[in-house]
């Protein structure tokens, strides 16, 4: 079946860094010496998504994920997929978790979802709307007042769809003239010269772990790039807010919210919140990849990072919750057609030519790439995790997750 790559409406957050593609590590040449034998791996998940569903072996999925790893198209040293149609599901990995000890990675290697985080988010959200706890049309001054100078502009609906006008981690963050100039633009001297120190401190240590509530203050000081619900711009920093929110209409921290909410309820045992830092628990080794070739483990590198980017996964138990979602298992009818229409998806994407509207997204941190696409009924998904960034990993993973959907 013919395919197209669609443009997701939640881009991926793009870390925007100070150094041009670090160039630490080993030469993607060792790495193909270390991927000469058994580069797919493929094994039975877990469970099966539905008591009925059978496991099956399919070259061509298994193909598909052996060339992110192999040949001209090589664009991580591993990943690993899930794909289930009605009665049946394939599961497979390819290539390496650790470059250095040559660790195969396993079908149920464990990697930051990134920006697919965010669906997650947006469920909970949506989950306390139907609760009556909050609405979508209110405020961030009705929450958080103070907290934004326009906070009374921007509504919960315009920071799930990233129309809030607000400016983005990568836009503070980046190096030079355009960085010096946002910092001006703080006229607390205090704030000003506590922004100044951590900027510092990242630029000697990389995996520096600094609460999101600092560049949430910094973009405070930033003048709005639009009116809220006028337009897009994709902004990790509305999401940190929304995460806020969240946690203060339901009275509980978030990790609880994610844990009572979601991860218990779908018996989610391989994933978690954790937003920055070393990865808790067994995990994939996640790379930067620079245009040369060579790698950089940037495993822990995750600034600034909170429900943005919090969730840690594996492809089966992130495609159990987008099944679980579709299914109405944790949003009732009105707010799940809502997620898909006006409040988070604006509609779907055709995935397959001629086939049924989709929906899913797309992530990309400083070391891991994520994709998934699902149908609106969670019958059919494909899930495709890959443990490294590279400069055309993101249009490789994005056409991929495509063929691995449209061909099950």
């Keep these: 079946m013919s395919t197209s790559v669609r443009p997701w409406l939640h881009r991926p957050y793009l870390r925007s860094s100070r150094r041009t593609w670090l160039v630490v590590g080993v030469v993607l040449a060792a790495l193909a010496a270390a991927l000469v034998v058994d580069l797919v791996v493929l094994t039975p998940s877990r469970r099966a998504p539905t008591p009925t569903a059978r496991f099956v072996t399919r070259n061509d999925l298994a193909s598909e994920i052996d060339g992110l790893v192999i040949g001209t198209a090589r664009t991580t040293p591993g990943a690993t ?9 394939w599961v497979g990995a390819a290539g390496v978790a650790n470059v250095t000890t040559g660790a195969a990675i396993r079908p149920d290697a464990r990697m930051r979802l990134e920006s697919i985080s965010k669906d997650f988010l947006a469920t909970i959200v949506l989950q306390l709307t139907q609760e009556g706890k909050l609405r979508v049309s209110d405020t961030v001054a009705k929450w958080l007042p103070g907290l934004l100078p326009n906070g009374g502009k921007i509504t919960v609906r315009e920071l799930m769809t990233d129309r809030s006008g607000l400016i983005d981690d990568n836009d503070l963050l ?16 205090k704030l000003r010269a506590q922004l100044a120190a951590i900027a510092h401190r990242w630029d000697v240590n990389p995996a520096l772990e600094v609460s999101p509530i600092w560049l949430i203050r910094f973009a405070a000081w930033q003048p709005l790039l639009f009116t809220p619900g006028s337009r897009y711009h994709h902004s990790n ?7 806020m929110i969240a946690a203060r209409a339901a009275g509980k921290p978030l990790p609880e919210l994610y844990r009572e909410r979601i991860f218990e309820p779908l018996g989610l045992k391989h994933t978690a919140y954790n937003p920055q830092g070393p990865i808790a628990g067994p995990h994939a080794n996640g790379y930067a990849i620079s245009p040369n070739g060579k790698l950089t483990d940037e495993t822990a590198w995750h600034f600034g990072k909170g429900p943005d980017g919090a969730i840690v996964s594996d492809a089966q138990d992130t495609a159990t919750f987008f099944t679980a ?17 006006a409040d988070f998806w604006l509609g779907g994407e055709h995935s397959c030519a001629g086939g049924p509207v989709a929906y899913g997204g797309t992530g990309e941190g400083d070391a891991y790439t994520s994709e998934v696409i699902v149908n609106g009924n969670g019958t059919s998904i494909a899930v495709l995790l890959m443990n490294a960034r590279s400069p055309f990993g993101l249009q490789t993973a994005d056409a991929t997750v495509v063929n691995l959907y449209c061909a099950a």
């Design 174 to 189: 980046r190096s030079g003239a355009a960085a010096r100039g946002y910092l001006v633009r703080v006229k607390d001297s």
């Design 237 to 243: 920093i509305g999401w940190n807010i929304l995460g």
């Design 325 to 341: 979602l579709m299914q109405g298992r944790l949003l009732d009818r009105q707010q799940l057609d809502a997620m898909k229409g």
């Design 81 to 89: 997929a899930y794909v289930s149609w009605p009665g049946n599901y």
